[in-house]
């Protein structure tokens, strides 16, 4: 018996060892310059934003290595933040507070310590999601301090992040994500190890298009989001977002026309082989097509395509899921019932 004391006192001694870092994130500051002098949450198409997260460490016991901060980011991916960020840090105690300390992306080789086989962006998405938002087209990045740091029992450290990143070029507004955590915890069950916040919305503004609002799900999603008329497009019709008719039926149709800069209008309506939308699989009701504009519309060659506008039928044509019903089902009023999605083309051959 005593000797089973002492074991069990020394696993408990060696699990306080273990987890000795408790993680706060006290702050996130998201506003940036505006023209009028003001601060708010939004910036125009490609511009750099800065981002600030500040926080703190409680450090109830020592570690027998030094340890790592990791960072991580989510965003939406067009802005591509795994080369579009850079983010430093600054932190007290173990680092002088002046000196400013870099960060690099974790490769996908290295895995979270409770999450084997994960890459970070595949943990991260499992563990948290989109956080509070509901279109699917934004990912984690993390990152990890260049420099390994002691911590020390009873240390109080604190940590200030500073996020530069260069937004992407289309209008949105979206819920950032922002997470801290530390190398030796990796991702433990316990968030007294980790912290995790969502910004309220911030709006990328002043690009060409309507803007893209990540808090609603979508009918439709287009990759990648800004394309020249020789670049393969991809469209993709997520059935399942809202209640619609088109979710009856097993064969859904991509029906289209491409606007060109001179005024011509060039339209696929057929329901065919070419135009019949690929389905993802039999749990969802998911269909894609991808096409090359120029030949899907048999644009001639001196015609320039600025965009098109397109909807998903099924093969008859009687029943059709557009942008008034996209709009509608997400809690707006559009204009009239027939409103077609619209996609605009870079400009530019």
Not at 188 to 196: H, P, S
Not at 256 to 261: L, N, Y
Not at 288 to 299: A, D, E, K, Q, R
Request: with cysteine; aromatic share 14%.
């Amino acid at each position: 018996m005593k000797k089973f004391l002492k074991y069990f006192a020394f696993m408990a001694l060696a699990c306080a060892a273990f987890m000795t870092a408790c993680m706060y994130l006290d702050s996130l500051d998201v506003d940036q310059p505006q023209p009028d002098g003001t601060m708010a949450p939004r910036i125009k198409v490609g511009e750099t934003a800065t981002f600030v997260v500040k926080g703190h460490v409680d450090v109830s016991g020592d570690r027998d290595d030094a340890d790592i901060l990791v960072f991580a980011m989510l965003a939406p991916r067009s802005w591509n933040i795994r080369y579009n960020v850079v983010p430093t840090y600054r932190a007290t105690e173990a680092l002088d507070w002046e000196d400013e300390q870099t960060m690099s992306v974790i490769p996908n080789t290295s895995s979270p310590k409770n999450m084997p086989g994960y890459t970070w962006p595949e943990a991260l998405m499992e563990r948290f999601g989109l956080g509070p938002n509901r279109f699917n087209d934004m990912e984690w990045v993390a990152w990890q301090a260049d420099v390994p740091v002691w911590i020390y029992n009873g240390g109080h450290p604190q940590y200030e992040i500073t996020i530069k990143c260069k937004v992407g070029d289309d209008n949105l507004t979206a819920n950032l994500g922002f997470f801290v955590n530390d190398v030796a915890d990796g991702l433990t069950g316990d968030d007294k190890y980790y912290k995790v916040v969502y910004s309220d919305a911030f709006t990328v503004y002043g690009g060409i298009g309507e803007e893209i609002d990540f808090s609603k799900l979508r009918f439709n999603t287009v990759e990648p989001s800004r394309s020249l008329q020789d670049d393969l497009v991809t469209f993709t019709f997520s059935g399942d977002a809202y209640d619609n008719d088109l979710i009856e039926y097993d064969e859904i149709f991509f029906e289209a026309t491409a606007h060109t800069a001179s005024g011509m209008d060039y339209t696929v309506k057929a329901r065919n082989d070419e135009t019949l939308m690929k389905r993802e699989n039999t749990f969802t009701h998911t269909y894609s097509t991808t096409i090359w504009p120029v030949g899907f519309f048999n644009v001639p060659e001196d015609e320039l395509i600025t965009s098109i506008d397109y909807v998903f039928t099924n093969r008859d044509g009687s029943k059709i899921v557009n942008k008034s019903l996209d709009d509608k089902m997400g809690g707006g009023t559009p204009a009239s019932d027939d409103i077609p999605f619209t996609f605009n083309l870079v400009c530019g051959y």
